[in-house]
């Protein structure tokens, strides 16, 4: 069965410190790995990785996958305490449609001033 | 853009009430998906459409729940009757269908069955 292991499940972090978050993975047939970022409502998109070892970045933050120990991880540098909020790792199951996805349970961070 | 629009925002409703969540997907996408999140099983896909047509509906808890796409602009997720276990943020996404689009999620409906 496909499914998606996020860690931590919380962190508590100060301004300018730089996180990484972690994504585990099992699927049977990959076609992409997401990110989004959720605060008080809609997730919202951050990355979509298919490759790996290929750096996906915006802005302090940025995301890599290794599919062969299947994982990705998050990092977020200088952090702010806009950048407080529920990380969300995603993917599609069984090579279906991006919408059609498998959440992880998230890592809520807390960047505190 | 207006972007995925929900209604209402909050329901607060008693058990055996019939509950109905609505929503306007961005013009133009063609794939519509209804999420629920909760504390304990995280988001949870509950149906799909592709072109207003029901593709998965696996998630759909029990026959309480149904989902109804008349046109590319509108759907709405009905829960008849509801129960207090039914309580969770709901939420409504669409996007392309294609491989390289991700969803736009609506911020969502809070609903609290008593």
Not at chain 2, 67 to 96: G, H, W
Request: aromatic letters at 8%; glycine letters at 8%.
């Amino acid at each position: 069965e496909d499914k998606v292991v996020q860690s931590p499940l919380s962190l508590v972090v100060h301004e300018g410190d730089t996180v990484t978050l972690n994504c585990s993975y099992e699927v049977t047939n990959f076609r992409s790995l997401l990110w989004y970022k959720q605060e008080k409502k809609a997730p919202t998109f951050l990355f979509m990785l298919t490759s790996s070892g290929i750096e996906k970045k915006s802005g302090r933050l940025s995301s890599i996958l290794d599919k062969k120990e299947l994982f990705s991880i998050l990092n977020i540098t200088a952090t702010q305490t806009g950048d407080s909020a529920i990380y969300l790792c995603a993917h599609p199951p069984g090579g279906g449609s991006q919408g059609n996805l498998i959440f992880g349970k998230g890592t809520k961070l807390s960047v505190k001033p | 853009d207006a972007g995925v629009i929900q209604s209402p925002r909050h329901e607060v409703t008693e058990m055996g009430q019939e509950v109905t969540l609505r929503c306007k997907p961005i013009s133009g996408h063609n794939s519509l998906f209804w999420y629920r999140q909760t504390m304990m099983r995280g988001l949870e896909l509950l149906i799909y459409f592709n072109n207003n047509v029901p593709i998965d509906d696996s998630g759909m808890p029990e026959d309480r729940f149904s989902a109804k796409m008349p046109n590319a602009s509108f759907s709405t997720l009905k829960i008849q009757p509801s129960e207090p276990r039914d309580s969770a943020v709901y939420f409504c996404a669409s996007s392309l269908m294609s491989f390289n689009s991700p969803l736009h999620f609506g911020n969502g409906t809070r609903l609290t069955v008593t």
